[in-house]
């Protein structure tokens, strides 16, 4: 989390340096940062409910979806 803190803090004088104006788009970055935080918290309280082993089966079908579609969407690019 910290990491990704700094990596996301770094960005903005870079976004700045190149004319991104975040001033029009405050509503829809309050918006996103609000699901953040709500989806992180959901996220612990599901966490906190689901069995580790459920867990990490859910996990693994999530990353094996996500790679064929992936996969997929690379072969028809390439077709």
């Given at each position: 989390?910290?990491?990704?803190?700094?990596?996301?803090?770094?960005?903005?004088?870079?976004?700045?340096?190149?004319?991104?104006?975040?001033?029009?788009?405050?509503?829809?970055?309050?918006?996103?940062?609000?699901?953040?935080?709500?989806?992180?918290?959901?996220?612990?309280?599901?966490?906190?409910?689901?069995?580790?082993?459920?867990?990490?089966?859910?996990?693994r079908?999530?990353?094996?979806?996500?790679?064929?579609?992936?996969?997929?969407?690379l072969?028809?690019?390439?077709?």
């Amino acid at each position: 989390s910290m990491m990704q803190l700094v990596i996301h803090l770094t960005k903005i004088p870079a976004f700045v340096f190149l004319g991104f104006q975040f001033t029009e788009h405050l509503w829809l970055l309050a918006i996103l940062s609000l699901a953040g935080v709500v989806g992180a918290g959901l996220g612990v309280i599901a966490l906190r409910r689901v069995n580790t082993d459920l867990f990490f089966v859910l996990m693994r079908l999530a990353l094996a979806a996500a790679g064929l579609h992936i996969a997929y969407q690379l072969l028809t690019m390439v077709i």
